[in-house]
C-alpha cells in the first residue's frame, strides 16, 4: 500500500509574499536592545566614567545622553587603552546622530544585515517615530532570528535550484554527469536507500546542495556571473553551520563573509525571477 503523502511543491506559494512575510516578521526589534535596558552615559561625564560603566558587559558602545535624551553614539572600545584620555570629557568625542547610526524600526533582519556598513559602523540606534526605541549591532547576529531569518533566505535558494534541475533534468543519471565519481557514488547509493524505503521522489531529492550547484553550473553557466557562482562554497558553509547551531558572525570575518553572503544570495533569487520572466 503506498503510505506516501504526497506533499505539493515546495515552491508552490507566492514566493513574493513569502519573501516579505519573512522580512517583516524578523523585524530588526526582534534582536534589538529595547531603549529602557541601555546603558547610557552623559555628555558630560568624563571618558574614564563612561568606561566604567560598560565594564560589567564588556560594550563597544554607549548611547549618549543629554539631558535625559539619545543624541549619539560614544565608541567605548576606542578609548578603553588610551588612559591619557580618560580624566577629558565625552563632549565632541562621541558621534551625534546621523543617518549612518540610524536604522529604522520597521527595517527587516536581512536589511540591517545587507544594507548596513556593520564593519565601518557595526551600532545602530533603532528609531521609532521621532524617538530613539533601542539599539542593535553586529554582536546581535548570532540571536535565534537572525538565524531564522537567514536559514529561510537559504532554504529558499536551495529549493530555486531544486526546481530548476527537475525542470531541466532528461534523467537521473544526466544529472549525476558533472559530478565526480565519489559523489555519484554516494548519490546513486541514497537513491537506491530511498527506493527501498519506498521514499525515492527523484535524484535531485537526493544530492546534496554542492552537488546541486555544480550541476546548475553546467547546465546555467550564465545564469550567474563568476563572482557569484564563486561565492556559492561560502553560501554552503554557511548555510551548514546554521543547520548545525555553529557560529557564523563571532568575528568580523565572518561577519564580512555574511554581509557578502546575504547580498549574493538575493542577487542570485532575483536571477532565477529574471529568467522566469523570460520564458
Not at 554607549?62 to 563632549?91: A, D
Not at 524600526?105 to 557595526?122: E, H, R, V
Not at 547576529?141 to 538565524?147: A, E, G, M
Not at 557514488?185 to 521522489?201: G, N, Y
Amino acid at each position: 500500500m503506498d503510505d506516501s503523502v504526497r506533499p505539493s511543491g515546495t515552491l508552490d506559494i507566492d514566493q513574493e509574499a513569502f519573501t516579505h512575510t519573512i522580512e517583516t516578521v524578523a523585524s530588526i526589534l526582534l534582536i534589538s536592545t529595547p531603549k529602557e535596558m541601555l546603558v547610557t552615559c552623559n555628555e558630560n561625564e568624563t571618558i574614564g566614567t563612561a568606561i566604567a560603566r560598560g565594564q560589567g558587559q564588556d560594550f563597544d558602545y554607549l548611547p549618549v545622553e543629554r539631558t535625559g535624551r539619545i543624541v549619539g553614539l560614544f565608541n567605548r572600545r576606542k578609548y578603553l587603552n588610551g588612559e591619557s584620555e580618560h580624566k577629558k570629557k565625552i563632549l565632541r568625542r562621541y558621534q551625534p546622530l546621523n543617518v549612518g547610526i540610524l536604522i529604522s524600526s520597521d527595517a527587516s533582519i536581512l536589511d540591517f544585515i545587507a544594507t548596513a556598513d556593520l564593519l565601518n559602523s557595526p551600532c545602530r540606534l533603532v528609531i521609532r517615530g521621532t524617538d530613539i526605541a533601542g539599539l542593535v549591532s553586529a554582536s546581535d547576529l548570532q540571536k535565534l532570528p537572525v538565524q531564522t531569518a537567514l536559514f529561510a533566505l537559504v532554504m529558499h535558494f536551495e529549493a530555486l535550484i531544486t526546481q530548476t534541475l527537475r525542470q531541466r533534468a532528461d534523467s537521473n543519471e544526466s544529472l549525476l554527469v558533472p559530478l565526480v565519481a565519489e559523489d555519484r557514488k554516494k548519490a546513486r547509493k541514497l537513491w537506491e536507500r530511498r527506493v527501498r524505503e519506498s521514499l525515492a521522489i527523484d535524484m535531485v531529492s537526493v544530492l546534496a546542495l554542492r552537488s546541486k550547484i555544480k550541476v546548475l553550473r553546467n547546465l546555467y553557466s550564465g545564469l550567474f556571473d563568476r563572482s557569484e557562482w564563486d561565492r556559492t562554497d561560502s553560501i554552503i558553509e554557511m548555510r551548514n553551520g546554521l543547520a548545525h547551531g555553529l557560529e557564523y558572525a563571532s568575528t568580523w570575518r565572518l561577519v564580512s563573509e555574511l554581509v557578502t553572503n546575504v547580498n549574493t544570495i538575493r542577487r542570485m533569487i532575483a536571477r532565477f525571477d529574471e529568467a522566469a520572466a523570460r520564458k
